[in-house]
């Protein structure tokens, strides 16, 4: 379940993107339904037709909702070990103040560095994974009678929720044991980030196997 | 047709209102009950004891006492925090003077306030009483209370960092609960009241204000998106596109005049140097990458915390990417962009944590993902009791109070077990422990900033006689510069005009650009006389001590010895 269903309490549900109609009285709207033929929305509609998928989807509405969870989970535990790696990796600038021209305090205190750059385009990237984890998951459901879809989901979210689980857990007591062999000047070895690279690309390389294998073993049935 | 209520339903309606009312009395006054110290003087005393109140100078105290005496924030004195704390400050010293035992005191009375709003927020949000209670705990535990506070070393509490406190982000909780509003029902007045504490927001903390500033942006992106591609949300009472522009209107109208005032109108004459005085630090943090503590420094020295650090990053992006699926797939709902702007402003506040890689900037982010931890316990609470129900048979109405139960024991647990909970000087301290030893106070007469330990019995002689020193000298009309981190304190106390606002001294000259800046002012505008420690004051500023040193002794000679402390007068 996400954060996001906070404060849904009252609120009517929607479930396979079927329309509520308005109550009666209520500050709830009928949903929305594009006006005009703006550039914009030409945009996104073209843009965003994969995802459209889900609108469609046979899944029920408890298994589509762990199923994109997961796939979330997984995209997050992704992105943070690329976040972390990138402000690892891109760490200390390459020409850090001149000692000389700071004081002792100016010495202990001003270490410029990338981290922020890390930090916001593993933010970025992130998203952008999410937005593929959640495709590669349509993509995964599409196609499928009801109760294999249903199936795939529910086989999709264990999947994910673990793989997430498993490579978010090792990349983090790896970095941890890695703070021992951190340099004076702040850096890590090419060897010890190859290394904390390892779990985010096996979990991504088992994800894209265990879907290959749900295609080829749940598609070929009749 | 609507059924006409009947008297008696009517009635015991009212009666339930009523006391739903008590009861939410009674939480608040408990929540403020742990935040609240009837102690000033032993809070402030706790405080100084272990800065001498470097971060609360640095924070408000020396922009308040500068701007107290005429000079324009940002142009004639860094304010790197903010503009609109010491305004306030200085707005309401006649009725409550300025000075730092005040200054903290109203800290923490803002801080009671905030969190009751907190509550408020977390009530409006789950619509649960015990999950907003027991949320408003586990949040007091892990900020107010962390447990990082006391890995300090000495004694102390979280507000010896104003800049860790709720003064950090003092519109966040108001700025999210007008959000939550306008998200239920989008009235013009909901948007321009999120505006305008956005602007407000600004004005008082930079760096926070500008986080609230992009979440107000993006929740108006958001309502785009959601109305472009066919999301469900509630429809705007108002015209989208004129309640938007009044929103921004109130924004930049708070945000801009209140700049105009701190600045004393040097915004529009000296934009340049009005914008290096306020915004100068978070470009240097942003654009130049000035950091304080790098990340590997972090793994080597705080491993620990590597996976709290990454849980708080984790569940920021969770919100964030799961509203960016949900508004792409047309399924947003309110209860989604509230938590995706509460995702996002919590990445914002993890920014402070990646500028200063340190355990206990952790606790920045405390409120944001709370408030996300607690709206996701209170969405699985019906479907977990609809599981156990379906395993144990029990109805589920018996088993839905269970979770908001547990999160009230796991908030009281969070707090009983961290020791700054236990040592705070609160009422229930006191009622358990009694008074606090009485220790120094500072200033006897008004038996203010009190409970010192008495190995500062030296310091504290000191910084009397050079209080009685510029007191004398200022009676007399001969203007004089404090070189030390006291200087604020002794200005405050004094009522004398600080000399060149709050120069970079010791600690915070960080580079010798800065130190001969300081240097080249003294030798050339130096006052008549100058307060000088004899020694420095450690050996991490020793370079910046002597180099001033050096300059004193090339314009200036020794009058006499003040404690630790010299006089010089100018040659």
């Not at chain 1, 889900?54 to 994109?68: C, Y």
């Not at chain 2, 803002?110 to 619509?127: D, I, K, P």
């Not at chain 2, 961290?418 to 220790?439: D, K, M, T, V």
């Amino acid at each position: 379940m996400s954060p996001a269903s906070m404060a849904e309490e009252g609120s009517p549900t929607r479930p396979h993107g079927g329309a509520v109609p308005a109550r009666p009285g209520s500050a709830w709207a009928a949903p929305t339904r594009p006006k005009g033929n703006t550039a914009v929305r030409r945009v996104f509609a073209a843009a965003l037709r994969p995802l459209r998928l889900d609108r469609d989807s046979l899944v029920s509405r408890q298994g589509r909702a762990w199923g994109t969870g997961s796939a979330l989970a997984f995209a997050v535990s992704l992105g943070l070990q690329l976040t972390v790696l990138a402000m690892l990796a891109l760490g200390p600038l390459a020409e850090p103040f001149a000692a000389s021209t700071l004081t002792a305090m100016g010495q202990k205190n001003m270490r410029p560095e990338n981290d922020l750059l890390g930090f916001y385009a593993g933010c970025v990237t992130t998203v952008a994974l999410s937005w593929a984890a959640v495709r590669l998951l349509e993509a995964r459901l599409a196609g499928l009678t009801a109760l294999r879809a249903e199936r795939a989901a529910r086989r999709a979210s264990r999947v994910q929720g673990v793989l997430a689980a498993a490579s978010l857990g090792l990349f983090s007591s790896w970095a941890q044991a890695a703070g021992a062999s951190v340099t004076a000047d702040g850096r890590l070895s090419g060897s010890t980030l190859a290394r904390l690279a390892l779990p985010g690309i096996l979990a991504l390389a088992l994800l894209l196997a265990d879907h290959v294998v749900a295609r080829r073993g749940l598609g070929s049935a009749p | 047709m609507s059924q006409p209520v009947r008297p008696s339903e009517a009635r015991a309606g009212l009666l339930r209102r009523l006391a739903g009312f008590g009861i939410d009395g009674v939480l608040v006054s408990l929540i403020v009950s742990l935040v609240y110290t009837p102690l000033p003087a032993q809070l402030a005393g706790l405080v100084f004891a272990n800065d001498l109140f470097f971060h609360w100078d640095h924070f408000v105290m020396g922009p308040a006492v500068a701007w107290h005496h005429g000079m324009a924030l940002g142009t004639d004195v860094y304010s790197q925090y903010g503009e609109g704390w010491p305004i306030l400050l200085d707005a309401i010293s006649p009725w409550l003077p300025l000075g730092h035992q005040n200054t903290i005191w109203l800290a923490m009375l803002y801080g009671c306030l905030h969190h009751v709003g907190l509550y408020v927020l977390l009530r409006a949000a789950v619509r649960s009483r015990p999950l907003a209670f027991g949320g408003t705990l586990a949040i007091l535990a892990t900020s107010l209370f962390s447990p990082l506070v006391a890995q300090h070393g000495h004694p102390t509490v979280l507000w010896q960092w104003p800049s860790l406190s709720v003064l950090r982000a003092p519109m966040d909780v108001w700025f999210f609960l007008c959000l939550l509003l306008h998200l239920r029902r989008p009235t013009a007045t909901r948007a321009v009241a999120a505006g305008a504490i956005a602007g407000l927001g600004l004005w008082l903390e930079t760096d926070t204000g500008i986080f609230l500033v992009g979440t107000l942006a993006v929740y108006g992106a958001s309502r785009f998106v959601a109305a472009e591609l066919g999301s469900r949300l509630p429809r705007a009472v108002a015209p989208a596109g004129p309640t938007f522009a009044a929103s921004l209107v109130a924004l930049f109208g708070v945000a801009v005049t209140g700049l105009a005032i701190a600045s004393r109108g040097t915004i529009f004459s000296e934009p340049g140097a009005f914008l290096a005085g306020w915004i100068g630090g978070v470009i240097n943090s942003s654009a130049r990458g000035v950091g304080a503590s790098y990340l590997t420094y972090f793994l080597r020295d705080h491993g620990a915390y590597l996976a709290p650090a990454l849980a708080v990053l984790g569940i920021g992006l969770f919100a964030v990417c799961d509203t960016t699926v949900r508004l792409l797939q047309a399924r947003a709902t309110p209860a989604s962009v509230f938590s995706g702007c509460l995702g996002l402003y919590a990445l914002g506040r993890c920014t402070l944590f990646v500028w200063r890689t340190v355990p206990i900037r952790l606790t920045l982010a405390a409120i944001p993902i709370g408030v996300l931890v607690v709206g996701a316990l209170a969405a699985l609470r019906r479907p977990l009791a609809a599981r156990i129900a379906q395993a144990t048979g029990l109805g589920p109405r018996w088993l839905e109070p269970i979770l908001p139960t547990f999160v009230v024991l796991a908030g009281v647990s969070l707090l009983l077990a961290s020791p700054s909970f236990r040592s705070y000087p609160n009422l229930w301290q006191l009622a358990r422990s009694g008074p606090p030893e009485p220790g120094l106070v500072l200033f006897p007469e008004k038996t203010e900033i009190a409970g010192l330990p008495d190995e500062l019995r030296p310091v504290i002689r000191s910084i009397r006689t050079v209080i009685a020193e510029v007191r004398s000298l200022r009676s007399r009309g001969e203007p004089v510069a404090v070189l030390d981190p006291i200087k604020t304190l002794v200005y405050v106390e004094t009522g004398a005009p600080p000399w060149r606002g709050d120069a970079s001294l010791f600690l915070n000259t960080w580079t010798r650009e800065d130190l001969h800046a300081l240097r080249d002012a003294v030798e050339r505008d130096g006052p008549e006389h100058v307060i000088f420690r004899s020694v420095a004051p450690s050996r991490a500023v020793a370079d910046s001590w002597r180099a001033l040193r050096d300059t004193l002794e090339q314009r200036y000679v020794p009058a006499h010895k003040l404690g630790v402390f010299e006089r010089w007068d100018r040659r």
